[in-house]
């Protein structure tokens, strides 16, 4: 479900203590709504070498959906550029196990 809020688009998501808040990012003119697309504009952010807002978007992305961790392999790259070796570690150890596959993680 999402809610009209003047011209932008804003679609609910649960925070940790199970309320519900509106949830959006600006980008440009248009709002973010989903999940899908917070992703793809982290990807292009990261591509731009915004890398910070990539994480950003992506953590926002992963904020959103229940579950969705493991397959933020996109996360785990900007994280890794951002010298958070760590934490990019987990990400690509959360991706494995969904697909293990995936040679890149691995390595």
Do not use: C
């Amino acid at each position: 479900q999402s809610f009209m809020h003047g011209s932008t688009i804003r679609v609910p998501s649960i925070d940790a203590v199970g309320r519900t808040k509106l949830f959006g990012v600006s980008q440009g003119m248009e709002e973010i709504i989903n999940p899908r697309q917070l992703v793809g504009v982290g990807m292009q952010r990261f591509k731009e070498g915004k890398v910070t807002e990539s994480i950003e978007l992506f953590d926002r992305a992963d904020e959103s959906v229940p579950n969705l961790t493991p397959y933020l392999w996109q996360r785990g790259i900007s994280l890794y550029y951002a010298d958070r070796f760590q934490e990019g570690s987990n990400q690509f150890r959360y991706d494995v196990k969904v697909n293990p596959l995936d040679v890149e993680e691995i390595v």
